[in-house]
């Protein structure tokens, strides 16, 4: 029988390689890198997905109309302002301008009843709704004497009332406005003079005085909306009454911004999963399996602007509150967490692999690594097209069950015995069912996986604790 000393260098070397510990390490970690690569590739093709589901959204969303924030009512009374100016010998002139006094409501009540539908386009849904909003406003007589406006100043003929809706095209039915009992006609506006949303033009500092001049003269004014003449003659034909009744159909969002000095606003509908977002949570709330129904009550200590103003340097934006009519799509989301822990799950089957290996003396080439690893990989394509359309859960164990069984299936032919093979498969098994149970207790998530870590590196331990990392065998 031949012994060491008589083969020569190559062969020496050749059977270093095969009965080295070291070596196996080295190239399971190789292999490790290598399929980082295709696993990117899978995070990057969620990612695309995603963004194609929220485009089409979006595309339907276009269709048939956007989010929507109601903004008003809002009086608002023009008046001329006059100034004397000093023309040095020319004697004196008086300059005359129109300005504009807005007032908000004492009292604001609102209830809407959201009707919301499911529109498909391929695989893809957007919540899209109907709606029929009701609100009744109370306006308190308006005081132009903190300004020093004389009475005959004040243009009480082309005083108005003026209330912001995003998209015009939402609206279904002729608003119904009735002041003072009196029915109004409301008349379609893009330039309501509300500012309610406004962005400092870009490359510009927002002080100083090209901004503040550009902001008085009206950048991101246009606001469309609705605006009802009251045909008013004198401060004695003021009335501050106000109901309106309006269709609105818009999607995903629906906004209110609480101009009342005491605002309150119901929101209910037909839908399962709602979330009630923006800058105040409702006082109360109730979600059952088919409907919702949410009620804000808000103080005007609540909100960031005034009562009343003058001209354009009130801001109504920063108090918008509503619901959101949300299609569970967190397929997405858990699917891109589930790749993450793509090569944990990767290393942890190596590493049985490995130890299988070297207790058991069972020889497994680097391409039968290569195989099941890219089987692994595999599953989280196999996860993220089946979530499309059957959810993320069932998707799951769709994938998990598929890839252990062609996984187990495979070590077969190279681990030999079925006792082997079933405490493998067990494994495999394990570390989807934790990686799920981690995905689904997001609170508890980190602290879980910690925990879970931590046992498995105690069982590697444990296992690995009689292999003898610097013995070599003999051929």
Not at 343 to 362: A, M, N, Q
Request: no cysteine; hydrophobic share 45%; proline share 4%.
């Amino acid at each position: 029988m031949e012994t060491i000393s008589n083969l020569s260098v190559f062969e020496r070397f050749n059977i270093w390689i095969k009965e080295s510990v070291t070596i196996k390490l080295f190239s399971i970690g190789f292999l490790l890198l290598i399929l980082m690569i295709p696993n990117a590739w899978i995070q990057s093709l969620i990612a695309e997905r995603q963004q194609r589901a929220e485009s089409v959204v979006n595309e339907i969303s276009e269709k048939w109309s956007g989010d929507q924030t109601v903004s008003g009512p809002v009086l608002v009374i023009p008046f001329l302002k006059r100034e004397k100016m000093d023309k040095g010998k020319y004697g004196i002139d008086i300059k005359e301008w129109r300005e504009a006094a807005f007032f908000l409501p004492e009292k604001l009540n609102a209830h809407a009843k959201v009707k919301p539908e499911k529109l498909h386009r391929g695989i893809f849904d957007a919540a899209v709704y109907d709606s029929e909003i009701n609100m009744q406003a109370t306006f308190g007589k308006p005081d132009f004497a903190k300004w020093n406006v004389a009475g005959k100043d004040i243009l009480w003929q082309d005083a108005k009332l003026v209330m912001g809706i995003n998209d015009l095209r939402g609206i279904t039915k002729n608003p119904l406005f009735i002041v003072g009992g009196a029915d109004k006609v409301a008349e379609p506006s893009s330039e309501i003079g509300l500012f309610t949303e406004y962005r400092k033009p870009a490359g510009e500092d927002e002080e100083g005085e090209l901004a503040h001049a550009r902001y008085r003269e009206g950048a991101n004014k246009v606001e469309n909306g609705v605006a009802v003449p009251l045909q008013w003659s004198a401060v004695e034909d003021f009335q501050g009454d106000v109901s309106l009744t309006l269709g609105l159909k818009g999607s995903t969002l629906l906004y209110f911004l609480p101009v009342g000095k005491t605002s309150q606003v119901k929101i209910e509908g037909l839908w399962a999963d709602p979330s009630f977002t923006g800058n105040f949570s409702p006082t109360d709330r109730t979600i059952t399996d088919t409907s919702f129904s949410a009620t804000w009550n808000i103080l005007h200590y609540n909100r960031p602007f005034s009562q009343q103003w003058v001209g354009e340097g009130e801001r109504l934006a920063g108090s918008e509150f509503g619901v959101k009519l949300l299609i569970p799509v967190g397929q997405y989301q858990k699917s891109m967490r589930t790749a993450k822990y793509g090569v944990l799950v990767i290393l942890l089957t190596f590493v049985s692999l490995f130890l299988v290996e070297i207790i058991r003396k069972v020889r497994i080439h680097p391409f039968q690594y290569i195989l099941v690893g890219a089987a692994l990989i595999i599953y989280y394509s196999l996860l993220l097209s089946f979530s499309e359309h059957v959810g993320y859960d069932t998707a799951y164990w769709i994938a998990s069950i598929a890839t252990v069984i062609l996984v187990s299936l495979y070590a077969l032919t190279f681990l030999g015995h079925r006792r082997l093979i079933a405490v493998f498969s067990g494994l495999l098994t394990f570390f989807y069912l934790f990686v799920f149970v981690i995905i689904q207790m997001q609170d508890y998530s980190l602290l879980l996986g910690s925990v879970g870590l931590f046992i498995i590196i105690a069982l590697v331990m444990y296992f690995s604790k009689s292999i003898k990392w610097y013995g070599e065998s003999k051929p």
